[in-house]
Every structure is written in C-alpha cells, then in structure tokens.
C-alpha cells in the first residue's frame, strides 16, 4: 500500500472506505442469510453499523434509515450501562428499549465489543426488526387502544446475553418466554451474533493489513472530511428558517388530529430541524420517540440537501433534531410507539415541505402515504391462524424537472409482497391491485398515483388492523402545484358501504371485501403551465381521465 | 468436422474455426457493423475461411453467441408490444416490487418498463392458487381486448393472467382467440415462458419475450440467409443464458433465453481452461470496456441462477427488470476501461458511468474528455501507447495525464501518478467488493478457487485482485480476447424447465411429484426432438426448497429414476445436508415444502470435449512490441521502476517470468506483480503463481 506521513492521502482514504462499506454490506449479507424472520429476509428490516473504539459511527450498510439513524445514540446508550472496560472479548449488548433504542420494542440493537490483542478497537452493531415482541396483539404494533408502553410487550434495558461468545441461556429463556414466534426470534437473534463476527473477524484483518496507526488516522480523516463536506454543503444553501405545518389523521377512531410542525434552520454550515409546536403525547402507539424522530429528521436532510455521503459521525454532526420533551416527536417513556412507522413518512413530508422555500429544485410534493394493514384470523382450510400483513407503496411527488415516480417505496425501502405469494399462504382474494386515475396531484410535473387493493376475506371471521394516514389530511402539492386524492378505506359487506379510519380496526365476516386506497401524491408547479403533450400521454396511459385532464388543466372536450 | 463459433459483441465480432481432423483452431476479431449485423459475420467467415483454405460448405456446424436481445431490451427498442392480463390488475408490470436500488436517494427513477401502460390490456377472468377456476374467461372481455389489439397495430402480444402457472387453460383460450384474430402476431403466453409464481416477475419475463421475438426472428432469418447464400450448409446453434446451445427454431420461441448469451460462453470457457488445467473450482473475472463480469465455475460446472435482472446498474438488486431465466450467475459491475473517474467529496470515485467505447477514454484521441481506468493504465505504465491492440491504435500518454491532473490530482492535492495509482486502486476495490459477493458471501473460499482472467482489460486487474482475495493462481488463458467463442466450441446442448407447484415433501404427495416431474418431462419432450442431434441425454432434476414459512428456497439435486416409496424422505434428507451447507445447521423435524421443480437435458455431442486451446499454440501471429522493459508503477517496488516486458507468444511451456513484469498480446496485457511468478503450461496458458502480497 502507499506509504503516508502525515495527513491521510485520497487515496488510502478511499480504498479504506471501500473495505469499511465492504463490512457493513458483508454483515448484511450474513443476517439476511441466517435470519428466520420475514421481516429481515424479505423486508431488509434490519441495519448495520460500525463503530470504533470511540463509539465513533465510522460506516454503515445501505439498510433501514429509521435503524442506521438511531445507532449512534443507543451506543451511547448501551456505553451508559456497560462501560468500555467491563466488555470483554466474546460480549454481546441486547438493547430493545423504546426510548434508549429505536423507538419500540421489536427493534433489536446488538452490540458487540472488537478487540484486537486484548485492546477494544471497535464496536459492531446490527438491528433487526424482531417479528414479535409479545404484548397485546401480534406483531406488537397495534396502535387503537394502547396507551402505555407496558403493553406492548417486552422491554429489554442493555443486558450482556452474550458471553465467550455464547447466548445466555437464562436470560435468552426468559425472552423467548414472552414472544409468540420464540424460534424466529432466537434464530434472527444468532443471525445478528453472526453478523457481528463477521465485522470483528475482517475488521482486525484490515488493521493487520494497514497497522493500527493508519487505522486510527484513517478513521479520524474521514470523519472530519464527511463533517467539513458537509459543511460546506450546507454552506452553500441559502441560510434561513424555513417553517412547514400540517396534521396527520389521529391516532384511531374518534381522536384527533396531530399537528406536524417543523422549523428548518440552515446557517453557518449547520441545519436544526424543530419540531416545536408539534402535538403532544397520544394515548396510542404512535408517538416517535425522539431517536426515531431524529433518524428520519436526519435522513430526510441528507436527502434533500445532497449531503447524503458518507454514512458516518461526521457527517451526521451538522444537522440537529429536537423536538419538546413531553411531544408527540419526543415522548417520555411509557408512551406506546408500537405503530410509529406509520409516521416516517410524515417526517419527511414536514422537512421537505420546509426545505421546499430553501431549495426549491429539490423539494417535491408529498408523498403518497403508504398503508400496513393486517388481516388475522383462522384459515379454514388449515385450522391454524394467519395473519395476512401487507404494504400498500404508492406515487412519489412531482419534482423540479420531472413527474413524480408512480409506485416506488417512499422514505423506509421496502418491497410489496406478490399477490400470488398473498394468496397462497392466506385465505384471502384479491381482487384489484392497480394505480388510482386521477388521484395524483396536478402540476407542471404531476405527482403519482395512488394505489388500490381490493382483498376478499375468505376466512368465516378476520380482523383487520389499519395503519395508514391521509384519509382526512390531502398530500400537499408545492410551488401552486395540486393537493392529491385523499386515501380511503372501504369494506363492502354485502350492500352495504362502510368507511374507516386511516387507524381503524374492525372485524370482517366471510365474502367482506376491504378496498385499501392510498392516497395520490402531491403536483410540483402551476397545473397551467403543464406541457400539453405530457397530458395527452397522461390520458393515453389512463393516469389522468380525460374528465380528470378537463377538470385540473383545462382542456378542451 | 469443421465448426465455426462466432460471437457478436456491442464492439468487435469474434471468431474461431476448430478443425478436429487438421487439430487446428483458428482466432479472428474484427468491428462489429451494427447495422447489417451478418456483414461482419461473413466477412470474418471469408476470412477465417480462405486462412484454413476450405470452402463454406465444408463447414459442419456453426455455434453462435449474440446481444441481440440484450441490445433490444437496452435499447427499448423491441417490437411494437401489447401485454393482456387478468382485469384489476393492469399495473402489475407497472408497480414492479417498489424497492429503491438506493436507499439513501429519494430522487432516482425506477427501471422504466418494457411497455407503456396504454399497451396493456385486461380480460375479465380469474384462475385461484391451487388452480381452481373462480371466474371463467369472459369472452366478450376478450373481444374487445382482440379489437383493442387490432386497433393498436402490434408485431407482439405477451399473455400473463395470474396463478396461470399452475391451470395454463385461459392463458391457452386467449392465445388461441388472439392468434385467430390476429394472423402474423408472434404472442408469447406467460405459462410457457415462465411457469413460476409472483406475477410481476413471471409478467415481466414473458412481456421481455414478445419484446424482442420479431427483432429475433428477423435477425436469424437475414442471418441463415445471408449464409445460405454464401454456399454454408452446416447446422446452427444458439448459446442460451444458461450455458447451452439450442436450435434457432427453439431460440426463436424463447428468445428471452438468450439473453446473456455471450458473457454464459465466456464463463464456459473459464470452466474449459479449469478443466484443463485440472483446477475444478475457478473464479472467472471478465473486465471489459464498460463493466466487469464475476462468475464461478465449481466442480466444473458453472453456477447457475433461475433468475437475474437486465439493464441494472452496478449489481444493485431491483434496478433492473427481472427475467425469471436460467443463466450463469454473475455478478456485473460498472468497472470497465472506459470507467469514469472523478474527485468527489475528498474520495475518488470510479464507474459505474461509462465513456464506453465512443468517445472512450481521454487517450483514444476520439474526444473523450473524463479521465477512465484505461488513462490510468496508461499512465502507470501497465499498457504501450505504441502497441495497443498490437499497434492498430495509439494511445496518448499526454491527454491521459493531463486529464487525470485536472480532474483528480488537483482537486484532491495529489501527483498524477498517486491519482492514477488512485483510480487503478480504487477500481479494484470495487471489483473486490464484488468478487467477495461472488466467492465469500456465496460460501466459496476464494483460496480453494483459482482465477481465469480475460476481457481486454483483466489481465491487467487480475492478480492485484487475487492478491487481496488471497486467491493464489490466475490463469490468463490463450485466445483471452476471443474467450467467449472459445467457449462456444465447449458447449452443449441443454433443456432446462422448471414449474412452480407449492408441496409439502412428505410421503402422501409421492403421487404429485410423480404428475409434477411427467409434466417437465412432456414439457421437455418436442425441444428433444426438435435438437435431435443423436446425441446421449444427459438428465438432472431437483427443487427449489425450504422450511414452511421461510421465504427463500435453496436449490436441491434430486435422484434419478423410478420415484418410489422413499423420495420424500430422500428429498429431505438432500434438502438439509445442502441447507446445512448454506447456512451451517439444518432444523431436523421442521416441515419441507418444495416451490419450484427443475428437469435439464443436457446432450453431449455438439461440444467436443477434445477441442482444447492448446491447438492455438502458435498461431498467435502477432511479432511483439520489439521492446524489453518500460517504467511501471509498482508501489511495493518503490514505485516507479524497470519492469521487463514478455512477448507473450515468444513463451515457451515452463518457461518463468518473475514480476514485476508486463507480459503482452495483441489484445491485452498481463501485469505481473513484483514477487509472483508466471509461466505458460503445457495447454498453452499464462498461469501466474500469487506469491507475493
């Protein structure tokens, strides 16, 4: 290798950052490959992180915002509790707490100490979104009537279940003892303790390849270049606060709206992102706890500033999220927080809305909200319960130079889950999964679609869980562009037509068909200054009526 | 017997004549001429021809490899296609799996789909899971899709209704009504083309096939043509994705199979070079002038995946469009010759962009501005500026410097050299992070595995590559710049079908896997026929497996003949020694469900084992560069030094070369890293020893 003095060339800089990206990919690789659970196989509902010995976030993989966001703070969290010198070679750190950790409780952290010659150089942690954590219903993710965390199941505080490198079997006993699927939650757990050997085993290759010296130097480098970069990237934005508001549905049936309010605030090379003003506490699991909160306050800056690489402390550094103590965006525990993916996106949508006054080029209108229903019950067939759990992944906003991007995951990356492969392991039809006409808001680029799926209950009696949003609040357009369609859920029992809330739950009967309409997403731009030709292929591919296309643009019949 | 393979890439047609009688192979490169494709074929044929002086007709067999569907899916410019599916659920084609490439970019476009969304039609039918038929086909629903197809004007039609894997009737109905209709329409139907569950993935791969069947049948049909015309008699053959040679006729049913045609003979040709040289597990590692190609050869046999994507960038799951398509597993990143480099942010960054061929890189002289892998090459020392390609172009040492210092050295506050050392460096580490995907994340050691290195630019990539993998051999075999119609000569001819049928392996359900693996057989039994070479049939069957209520399957060889009492409990037993393989334990007693069932034919016969590269010795043609060493960079030497410079063909079999050195051919150069050590076998390849490091 190069042989340096002094400062740290580009060189070594940017084949050591490779083989660190290397390493998070690999672990990666080795939980999903190991993992038991849907959720981390199929969803990629889990994250990698690499630390050093500082407890410094030097790399990670390109997993979970919501995980990768959070991983600073619950090292911190789990250094409050064991402190550097009582880890020992073969220990292993189990965190699922709702406040230290990411925000409830079937988040995983494990963390495991690296040494090398005896000398802690490092920390390798993985998240992993476990299945179930007990409590009141499957999933531990229900939000109606839930009102303190003790109810949603098990809390972990940082426990040592990992000794010479083996799992305490007392207290792994007592974990799975309160779970519903202990073996998916054991076998995702040994998926993590893989994962983190994987970290410690190529981690001291590369310092016996590069010596310790150049390591640390290395690390220190690309740490103050990620902050100076981005820095000066935020430099370059024009300084300000930029303020957003709007409101998400409630938090189940009969509750109110909760106010999302940010103020952006971009200068000498900083940006904070306040939540001040916001709503307070609900009594359902909703609230963000304030790590959640600030993974996806952080990510959604990233994003849009283009200060998005790399992935480490520094870069992290420059960008700040608060929110009041006692708020919906910073609850104190016990607050339920089960069902807070469903405000990722709203986080998202508050900081680009407020960035939309800062950089106008990059902003977009709001996304299409996404749906993650559940249909449980007994199949009929089988004798044995099911639960059908799905995610409906609609439009992205229109932006600066082109039309929103039609059925793409927003913020979170996930995938759907095949119709075919629905059917097959759930006693259920579906009887439509297309785009919504006209439900994406009008623009110079028009936002996309939203999306709708019918499924027909074939069981005698389901429960079905919403978690959606958007069915009372439009997806916002930007810069005169339109608002979208607001999403609905209907079931149709018979004759009869019945709406719910974004957050409902109800009990289906055999042959009930529940529609799930995500909303549209928002326009960029005044809908008159819309290429003409853009419509007309619009009315061809069917996205916009022609009715729709005389009602928002005019045109002529 | 005369065979002739040819393979038609983006740049330069490929060529090799193998005479068995005469033991004689012959190599031929010349320009692609994208236009008249078959131009440059006969062209190289007369060529190749009037060398080994015989006449056309006395040519026996030609074996192909071609890009011309990847070219068309690439492009977007397949046929004039319409897609026809089940009612409420026109987007399927449309909404895809959702996922990002990227997570951390929420300003990227989705892979754009083959067809609009005006192109896609619905029919009022419906077919559940297990079969069952929940809502015939509406026929006046198909009536006026037909008029919708009339009124459209299309060359194509794809049917995918859903569950048509597993009752193909309506799918069967509407082509029959479709084809009556519309006389002259190629229509592919989602059940024969890909009989697997997951719509979107199934629906795509069949839409892919309409997409590009005229565009096929019109290439072939110019193709024979042209060399009917010429006076060729011989039969022809196809390379399919997954590494076997089927009929034109079958190529042009199916021609989403051919896909990856060329890069599944380069991979043939590594396992060939492997099996020479007595090495079974090989790593293969093709650098060309936009990415880099990494496979791997185990046992001998290449891997195989049932399913990839096309048009991705840079091996980023969901940026391309999945094809549900047997083919040789690999794994393509953006890190060819013509890759990009640039300062960004403090780091250089290098590919996935391109400068591809057209302008190329800054010292092609063709106007190319950014500087690329091969500027630093060039600069370091690694390649001649006065005999690249063996002086049919010069290279310009000077632009190649001067772009690299202005567009990475400055910026970064380095030396031209340190920022080409830079991109050369960096390059590598990108295709090390993919060759750890292909060898270490995939359970294969990569010391237990040799490398075989070709493509224009791996000889000079490969064993730094191998250093850091501590993979301790590379082959860079003869003819390395024709290698994938080398490896057309080794090829076979193979059936590969699979179904999806969801199965418990237990003993009660002999009597499905029994009607499963008739239903492959009978699937199998008119592509036999039509191949008909006379050759042995060489059979391998198995499933796709796993745990109830895991998601990914792993692929299980089961045995041959009479399914007896017994086959589930064997099915199981295999399903867990290769589960434990994969995953270091098995879960005894969990129940096992088989997803999708496999049958290959192979039929040995068109690929002569016999024909070895070792007939090439000496027929290099080339005379060398005339020089004996140049200044190189090799860091771990101090940087720049006298490294000596080999003609490759001047080798004699044991004769060594210790690095540093450059060891040149015509159509590339082999850096020999300082310590290692290089001689050419018996067969006539450079094989380096990986000493150093």
Redesign the interface.
């Known amino acids: 290798?190069?042989r340096t003095t002094g400062d740290i060339?580009?060189?070594t800089?940017?084949?050591l950052?490779?083989?660190l990206?290397?390493i998070a990919?690999?672990m990666g690789?080795a939980l999903r490959?190991?993992a038991?659970s849907?959720a981390v196989?199929?969803g990629?509902d889990f994250s990698t992180g690499i630390f050093d010995g500082r407890g410094r976030l030097i790399a990670q993989g390109?997993?979970?915002?919501g995980h990768l966001g959070a991983m600073p703070y619950v090292i911190e969290n789990v250094l409050k509790f064991h402190t550097p010198e009582s880890l020992k070679p073969g220990d292993a750190i189990l965190l699922n707490d709702s406040f230290l950790g990411g925000g409830h409780f079937p988040d995983f952290f494990l963390t495991s100490p690296v040494f090398r010659d005896g000398r802690l150089i490092g920390y390798a942690v993985t998240t992993a979104h476990q299945v179930d954590m007990g409590g009141a219903a499957p999933g531990s993710q229900r939000v109606q009537g839930i009102s303190e965390a003790y109810q949603e199941g098990l809390r972990i505080l940082p426990i040592r279940i990992v000794r010479e490198g083996r799992f305490d079997e007392d207290l792994m006993r007592m974990i799975l003892g309160n779970v519903r699927v202990p073996t998916k939650v054991r076998g995702d757990l040994m998926a993590q303790l893989n994962a983190n050997h994987v970290c410690a085993e190529r981690l001291n290759r590369m310092y016996d390849a590069y010596g310790e010296d150049t390591m640390a130097r290395t690390i220190d480098a690309l740490l103050d270049?990620s902050e100076?970069?981005t820095r000066a990237i935020i430099a370059k934005l024009p300084p300000g606060r930029f303020e957003f508001e709007d409101y998400l549905d409630d938090s189940g049936p009969g509750t109110n709206p909760i106010k999302v309010k940010v103020a952006v605030t971009v200068g000498d090379g900083e940006v904070e992102i306040d939540f001040t003003g916001s709503g307070g506490t609900v009594q359902a699991a909703l609230n963000s706890y304030i790590n959640y909160t600030r993974a996806y306050g952080v990510?959604a800056t990233?994003?849009?500033t283009q200060a998005?690489?790399p992935?480490n402390e520094g870069s992290f550094r420059p960008i700040k999220v608060k929110a009041e103590e006692g708020s919906f965006f910073n609850p104190r525990f016990p607050a339920a927080s089960g069902g807070r993916a469903a405000v990722q996106i709203r986080i998202?949508d508050a900081v680009n809305g407020a960035f939309a006054k800062c950089i106008p080029h990059?902003a977009?209108g709001a996304f299409s909200h996404w749906a993650n229903p559940n249909i449980g019950g007994v199949d009929p067939k089988t004798g044995k319960p099911f639960i059908m759990y799905d995610m409906l992944?609609g439009g992205?906003g229109g932006?600066s130079d082109?039309d929103g991007?039609?059925?793409?995951?927003?913020?979170m990356?996930?995938?759907?889950i095949?119709?075919?492969?629905i059917?097959?392991t759930n006693p259920v039809?579906i009887?439509?999964?297309?785009?919504i006409p006209d439900s994406g808001g009008a623009g110079t680029y028009r936002g996309g679609c939203g999306?709708r799926k019918?499924v027909r209950v074939l069981a005698d009696e389901a429960v079905l869980t919403l978690l959606g949003d958007r069915h009372k609040f439009a997806p916002y357009g930007v810069f005169g562009g339109g608002e979208a369609a607001k999403g609905q859920s209907i079931v149709y029992s018979g004759n009869e037509a019945k709406e719910l809330g974004s957050k409902e739950v109800a009990v289906l009967k055999r042959d009930d068909v529940v529609s799930l309409r995500t909303s549209g997403a928002g326009g960029y731009g005044p809908a008159s200054k819309r290429d003409p030709k853009r419509i007309e292929q619009d009315i061809?591919?069917?996205?916009v009526t022609e009715e729709g296309a005389r009602r928002v643009y005019g045109r002529a019949e | 017997m005369i065979r002739i393979a040819f393979d038609i890439g983006g740049t330069f047609t490929d060529f090799v004549l193998h005479d068995a009688g005469r033991e004689v192979l012959r190599v031929g490169k010349i320009p692609t001429t994208p236009q008249h494709l078959e131009t440059a074929v006969l062209e190289g044929f007369d060529a190749i021809l009037a060398a080994h002086e015989v006449a056309p007709a006395a040519v026996t067999t030609l074996l192909h490899a071609t890009t011309i569907a990847t070219n068309a899916i690439l492009e977007r410019k397949g046929n004039r296609t319409a897609l026809l599916t089940t009612e409420g659920f026109r987007d399927v084609l449309i909404i895809g799996r959702q996922k990002r490439y990227d997570t951390n970019n929420m300003h990227l476009d989705k892979p754009a789909p083959l067809i609009a969304r005006r192109h896609i039609f619905e029919a009022n039918e419906r077919v559940a899971a297990d079969g069952s038929v929940v809502a015939p086909l509406e026929a006046a629903s198909l009536e006026r899709a037909i008029a919708a197809l009339k009124a459209g004007d299309y060359e194509a039609v794809a049917i995918a209704f859903l569950h048509a894997y597993a009752n193909p009737a309506h799918e069967t109905a509407a082509r029959r009504a479709i084809e009556a209709a519309l006389p002259g329409v190629a229509v592919s139907v989602s059940h024969e083309v890909s009989p697997k569950f997951r719509e979107y993935e199934r629906t795509n791969t069949t839409v892919a096939n309409a997409y590009v069947r005229r565009i096929v049948d019109r290439y072939l049909a110019k193709l024979t043509d042209a060399l009917g015309r010429r006076g060729f008699r011989s039969s022809l053959y196809i390379m399919q994705s997954n590494g076997g040679l089927v009929t034109p006729e079958l190529a042009q049913a199916f021609p989403v199979r051919i896909v990856e045609s060329g890069p599944a003979a380069g991979v043939l040709m590594c396992a060939a070079v492997g099996r020479e040289e007595g090495l079974e597990h090989v790593l293969t590692f093709d650098m060309g002038g936009t990415t880099a190609k990494l496979g791997a050869v185990d046992e001998g046999e290449p891997a195989i995946t049932q399913t990839f994507e096309v048009d991705g960038i840079d091996n980023r799951r969901y940026s391309g469009l999945p094809l549900n398509v047997p083919a040789v597993e690999l794994v393509e990143i953006g890190a060819g010759g013509g890759s990009v480099a640039v300062a960004d942010r403090g780091l250089i960054k290098v590919g996935p962009e391109s400068s591809g061929a057209d302008p190329g890189p800054i010292c092609y002289g063709r106007g190319g501005k950014r500087p690329t892998i091969t500027d630093a090459n060039l600069v370091l020392g690694y390649l001649d500026p006065d005999w690249f390609l063996g002086g049919a172009m010069k290279l310009d040492p000077q632009s190649a410097r001067a772009g690299i210092e202005a567009q990475v050295a400055r910026p970064l506050g380095l030396g031209v050299d340190e920022a080409a050392w830079g991109i050369h460096s960096v390059a590598n580490s990108n295709m090390e992070r993919a060759m750890r995907i292909v060898s270490i994340e995939r359970g294969r050691d990569p010391r237990r595995y040799a490398m075989v290195a070709f493509g224009g630019a791996g000889p000079l990539h490969a064993a730094r590559l191998a250093r850091t993998l501590g993979v301790p051999k590379v082959i860079v075999p003869v003819g390395a710049g024709v290698g994938s119609a080398i490896g057309l000569l080794t090829a076979d001819a193979k059936i590969d079908v699979s179904i999806t049928r969801i199965v418990a392996v237990e003993a009660e359900q002999i009597p499905t896997i029994r009607s499963i693996f008739a239903d492959l057989e009978a699937r199998t039994a008119p592509d036999l026929a039509n191949l008909a070479t006379g050759g042995a049939v060489r059979w391998r069957r198995g499933a796709y497996m796993r745990y109830q209520g895991q998601g990914y399957e792993i692929r299980v060889e089961l045995p041959l003949g009479e399914i007896g009492a017994d086959f589930a409990a064997v099915a199981v037993a295999a399903f867990e020694t290769a589960y434990k393989t994969v995953y270091g334990y098995a879960d005894s007693g969990a129940r096992v469900e088989a997803i999708d069932w496999f049958l290959v034919a192979t039929i040995a016969g068109l690929g002569e084992r016999g024909a070895t590269v070792r007939q090439l010795i000496g027929q290099g043609g080339a005379t060398g560069s005339g020089r004996t060493s140049r200044r190189a960079y090799f860091p771990e030497a101090g940087g720049f030094v006298d490294a000596a410079v080999v003609d490759r063909y001047a080798l004699k079999p044991g004769e060594r070369v210790r690095g540093p050195a450059l060891i040149e051919e015509r159509e590339s150069t082999t850096v020999l890293l300082p310590g290692d050590m290089a001689h050419v076998t018996e067969n006539g390849h450079l094989l380096i020893d990986i000493l150093g490091g």
């Open positions: 290798m190069t060339d580009a060189i800089l940017s084949v950052w490779n083989s990206l290397s990919e690999e690789t490959r190991t038991f849907e196989r199929e990629d390109n997993f979970t915002p270049r100076r970069e990510f990233r994003c849009l998005n690489l992935n998202f990059r977009m992944l992205y932006r082109k991007v039609e059925a793409m995951s927003p913020v990356n996930c995938s759907n095949p119709v075919e492969v059917e097959h039809r009887e439509r999964f297309e785009l999306i019918d061809a591919d069917g996205y």
